[in-house]
């Protein structure tokens, strides 16, 4: 695939405004599927199962099925609905969305169309550098996700030179919400890190009404980013791309930026953009063409003539708004005040996305101090290095148990470093790594001692110098021994015994 052409980031917003818009789909975590009674795998009791064993006769397709609508689901998309502001619909109805693909077993999709259960929403999004935006909601809808294909045999994953492909269908009928934005116009040179605030303010959202894991990783929060260009001073919106299923917030603020840059160049040239979808490559930082992006009409929507329109009463809607959370925004301001975080700590935890794995961590037993520590520090350091979500390579409670074994003094921070790294690749739990790789703090004194004596019978001037007062002369001795324990000492204690020892 020939890289295309880009042009410089600042030069084409010299000549071009960016509008964007996003679409943000949620897999909401209820215990069964949209239309069916099928387990949810996006529910972290069914997160492991093998293929194709989440199923039911809804999710095949089969002749004579018929769905049923998940009462749970639309509680949930109301809740979602009400926490972007939006207006809910005294009447939604259910569509049939048209298209052939070979995880659509019924050769339609089940979605909303023009009577979406919620619309006319905004959602406060602040960013790294003190700007606030507010976007634009056009609707929020319900639909059902489609099964999964592995495509097997070719070097990229893709079906481009794949030999064969396999369906997993335990996917297909899983409740989603999906999120659409009116176009974003005005955010300039941010319109990028925008895209990347405004999906990790929506995964903040979701996770505090508790409808959603969110975990982008996983797939349970999926955005579409639409990019389009038009020349300074023009009215007429541009040509968009779509550029389809980011699973990073990392990624979606690059997809974007690149975006920009390869429609500028294109427009410099006079060239066109094609209205089309297109895919994120992750390894090289590009997107390359999927399919010419299909208008509504090419869908042929009419409404699903298997289900009755959702008709939520008044005092359901007044419900479910009374047990809202608290904004994030207002949130952001009181877990900062809670936690006793200076401005420029915070901003690390909020500017690295890691609020909601800092707040369950705490929630897990850390201390704030540790808990923003080792997210916005070590974790980030390797999630940087590897091009990664920090997010993707630990959760909160194994944060929180490996800042429990440093409290309790089984580990050191720098022993604590060697264990995330067995977390990050998958090696188990703190304390289970801690015992496969001997990695526990040696507690026992006499062992200590008896490094410590090694260390001064090698270094024998070392102990006159301390007993003259040059305690500083104790480093010597401090590192000796914390090298002979392979590390596994605590230095402070070291210290200590080093001192106890020139006194005797």
């Known amino acids: ?3 295309a052409e880009l042009m410089d980031f600042d030069a084409a917003l010299e000549r071009f405004e960016p509008v964007i818009g996003l679409e943000v789909h949620v897999e909401l975590n209820t215990k069964t599927k949209m239309f069916s009674a099928a387990p949810n795998p996006a529910n972290a009791e069914f997160h492991i199962a093998d293929p194709n064993t989440l199923i039911t006769p809804v999710c095949l397709g089969l002749p004579g099925s018929l769905p049923v609508v998940n009462g749970q689901a639309v509680r949930y998309s109301i809740s979602l609905g009400l926490a972007l502001g939006c207006e809910i619909a005294p009447s939604s109805r259910f569509a049939r969305k048209n298209y052939f693909y070979p995880d659509l077993a019924k050769n339609y999709q089940i979605s909303q169309y023009d009577e979406p259960i919620a619309f006319d929403g905004s959602v406060e999004v602040e960013l790294e550098n003190g ?4 976007v634009p909601i056009e609707r929020a809808h319900m639909e059902e996700d489609a099964g999964k294909l592995t495509h097997v045999g070719g070097s990229t994953g893709r ?11 335990n996917r297909a009928g899983v409740p989603l919400v999906e999120i659409v934005t009116r176009p974003i116009i005005g955010a300039e040179a941010d319109a990028p890190a925008l895209a990347r605030a405004y999906v990790a303010t929506i995964r903040d959202i979701v996770r505090s009404l508790g409808i959603s894991e969110a975990r982008m990783e996983r797939g349970n929060l999926r955005c579409d980013a639409n990019v389009s260009l038009r020349p300074r001073g023009q009215e007429k919106l541009g040509t968009r791309t779509e550029t389809k299923n980011v699973n990073s917030m990392r990624s979606v603020e690059r997809a974007v930026r690149y975006e920009i840059q390869r429609q500028a160049a294109i427009l410099a040239k006079g060239g066109a953009i094609i209205q089309e979808t297109r895919h994120w490559h992750e390894d090289t930082g590009t997107t390359s063409a999927g399919r010419p992006k299909s208008d509504a009409d090419d869908y042929r929507y009419f409404p699903e003539p298997d289900l009755l329109p959702v008709v939520p009463t008044r005092e359901l809607i007044e419900e479910l708004r009374a047990s809202l959370p608290e904004p994030p925004a207002a949130r952001r301001r009181r877990l900062k005040d809670e936690w006793g975080f200076t401005d420029l700590e915070f901003k690390d935890v909020v500017n690295g996305g890691l609020l909601a794995e800092v707040t369950e961590t705490i929630a897990a037993g850390a201390s704030p101090a540790a808990a923003r520590k080792w997210w916005t520090g070590e974790l980030t350091r390797v999630a940087n290095a590897e091009g990664r979500d920090a997010a993707e390579l630990a959760t909160p409670a194994q944060v929180a148990e490996l800042a429990a074994l440093i409290e309790s003094g089984v580990l050191t921070d720098r022993l604590a470093r060697q264990v995330l790294e067995g977390v990050a690749v998958g090696e188990g739990s703190p304390q289970q790594i801690v015992d496969a790789r001997g990695l526990a703090v040696v507690s026992d004194d006499g062992a200590l001692i008896s490094a410590i004596d090694d260390a001064l019978a ?17 480093g010597a001795v401090i590192g000796a021994v914390m090298k002979a324990m392979h590390g596994k000492a605590d230095a402070a204690r070291v210290r200590e015994l080093v001192l106890e020892r020139a006194q005797s």
């Open 131 to 134: 700007r606030s935006f507010t």
């Open 1 to 3: 695939m020939a890289r």
């Open 159 to 169: 079906i481009q030179g794949a030999e064969y492909s396999l369906v997993d269908y």
């Open 458 to 474: 090698s270094q024998p001037d070392v102990l006159a110098k301390i007993r003259d007062g040059k305690v500083q002369a104790a």
